[in-house]
């Protein structure tokens, strides 16, 4: 295996290396196919560089060549929201959130928020992440976000319409109208794409139907989304299984701005969320 790696010392770069890994020197870049296979095969055998078709080889290949674009937290910090929107504690004298230590994933602390009373509006108690405000800006390309998930005794009123949102990413910056793509629970206990490919619409290319979200448990949620304006596309996973796929249109292929914890249908009257370890990431391509 040893004789199928490329020797070192001969490689010369013929491409913008930091362009590959995703360091912007200048305008953006996407990495072509042949730049990933030629830079992974420094570091893996050729055999596994050249035979990118299996979940594990791609797996290998993403942890090594992800762009660099990273948000990371357990949730320890207020100040890791700093320079974004947090909803006021007790909003609508219905809902309410914190940094709680009662359930934790992994640290000290979790983000918990609970419903306590219905809601004149959809229920919100949630910090925001709002890249295009921070340095750096807005997110570009495919992102994939990774967030640890439990609900505790949800109750969601049966009937279309009601729901429960795990993640909200948005198309736009404004804070009024965030145009976003949502990772929902139904009130029949299934996670879905919702609002994909545009507001308002749930047009999958897959979806599970058999696959019901556990409550009272930590659960792995992730979400691979790309906002390209016509080629843009959604897949949503549950403890490592793809359970929602969608194209999605986005508006500028940019993702400006995410939020998480508890926003759920007006009508939800009990319930509590914990969220732990959100990584947010740009990839060259989902896991």
């Avoid at 035979?51 to 797996?59: C, H």
């Avoid at 359930?103 to 910090?127: C, I, K, L, M, Q």
């Avoid at 796929?245 to 759920?264: N, R, W």
Wanted: some cysteine; charged content about 15%; overall charge neutral.
């Amino acid at each position: 295996m040893e004789a199928n790696r490329l020797p070192l010392r001969k490689w010369k770069p013929r491409w913008n290396v930091a362009a590959v890994m995703g360091k912007r020197t200048g305008p953006f870049r996407r990495p072509t196919c042949l730049a990933i296979l030629a830079l992974a095969a420094l570091t893996l055998p050729l055999p596994m560089a050249c035979t990118v078709g299996s979940s594990e080889n791609k797996n290998a290949i993403l942890a090594l060549l992800y762009t660099g674009r990273q948000f990371h937290t357990s949730f320890e910090s207020v100040s890791d929201f700093n320079g974004s929107y947090i909803v006021p504690q007790n909003n609508q004298s219905a809902e309410t959130h914190e940094l709680s230590a009662l359930n934790v994933y992994s640290g000290e602390f979790s983000h918990r928020a609970w419903v306590y009373n219905t809601a004149a509006d959809s229920h919100r108690a949630y910090p925001t992440v709002q890249f295009h405000k921070l340095d750096g800006g807005s997110y570009q390309g495919t992102v994939y976000i990774e967030l640890m998930v439990y609900l505790k005794d949800v109750v969601i009123p049966t009937g279309s319409g009601h729901w429960f949102s795990f993640m909200t990413v948005a198309r736009r910056t404004q804070d009024a109208f965030w145009d976003a793509v949502t990772f929902n629970l139904g009130y029949e206990g299934i996670a879905h794409l919702m609002h994909v490919p545009s507001v308002g619409l749930k047009e999958w290319t897959f979806q599970r139907t058999d696959l019901y979200f556990p409550q009272n448990q930590w659960v792995k949620l992730g979400l691979c989304i790309n906002m390209d304006p016509t080629n843009g596309f959604a897949r949503a996973y549950q403890d490592g299984v793809l359970i929602s796929q969608a194209p999605v249109y986005g508006f500028d292929g940019t993702v400006p701005q995410v939020h998480f914890g508890l926003y759920s249908h007006k009508d939800m009257t009990a319930g509590e969320v914990f969220n732990d370890d959100l990584t947010i990431k740009e990839v060259l391509f989902c896991p």
